[in-house]
């Protein structure tokens, strides 16, 4: 089963039970992959395009959730962190550092990075081989630690 129709069976069930709540987040995400699917035609939709989607949306509710804080509106808060659990039980187990270190000194390996000039490679790379697993701030930094380290 696909990750876009394991979101759209949760979605139904989630109707049935009236949960209004956990559809209103599914039906956001579910948009914004209609959205992707339209925008990557004729080419199918892949697991990469819904997690790339989910993470988007997540970066989005993120930042509202900073406004919504500060501008103190305590019930708007509760429900932008009822979505973005509801959406990050969708992507996969991000990586720990350990592991990303591990792809990080592999990829410079298969590359001979030599300097910082090098991270733009290095990142694509990286990011290749862990498929959407690794989030992209811890591994800039950790890019940039061992690149400046060589």
């Given at each position: 089963?696909?990750?876009?129709?394991?979101?759209?069976?949760?979605l139904?069930?989630?109707?049935?039970?009236?949960?209004?709540?956990?559809?209103?987040?599914?039906?956001?995400?579910?948009?914004?992959?209609?959205?992707?699917?339209?925008?990557?035609?004729?080419?199918?939709?892949?697991?990469?395009?819904?997690?790339?989607?989910?993470?988007?949306?997540?970066?989005?509710?993120?930042?509202?959730?900073?406004?919504?804080?500060?501008?103190?509106?305590?019930?708007?808060?509760?429900?932008?962190?009822?979505?973005?659990?509801?959406?990050?039980?969708?992507?996969?187990?991000?990586?720990?550092?350990?592991?990303?270190?591990?792809?990080?000194?592999?990829?410079?390996?298969?590359?001979?990075?030599?300097?910082?000039?090098?991270?733009?490679?290095?990142?694509?790379?990286?990011?290749?081989?862990?498929?959407?697993?690794a989030?992209?701030?811890?591994?800039?930094?950790?890019?940039r630690?061992?690149?400046?380290?060589?």
């Amino acid at each position: 089963m696909s990750l876009k129709e394991k979101i759209l069976k949760e979605l139904a069930v989630s109707m049935k039970q009236r949960d209004m709540a956990k559809v209103k987040a599914l039906r956001f995400v579910n948009s914004a992959i209609k959205n992707k699917e339209i925008e990557i035609r004729p080419k199918d939709l892949t697991d990469e395009h819904v997690i790339s989607v989910l993470k988007k949306q997540i970066k989005q509710i993120k930042e509202s959730l900073e406004h919504y804080k500060k501008a103190g509106y305590s019930d708007r808060v509760k429900e932008e962190e009822f979505q973005l659990s509801v959406l990050q039980a969708y992507l996969p187990e991000t990586l720990s550092s350990e592991d990303l270190k591990k792809a990080v000194h592999e990829v410079i390996a298969e590359i001979q990075a030599s300097s910082i000039k090098d991270m733009g490679a290095v990142m694509k790379g990286v990011m290749a081989k862990t498929k959407g697993s690794a989030d992209g701030k811890q591994l800039s930094q950790i890019v940039r630690e061992e690149l400046s380290n060589l």
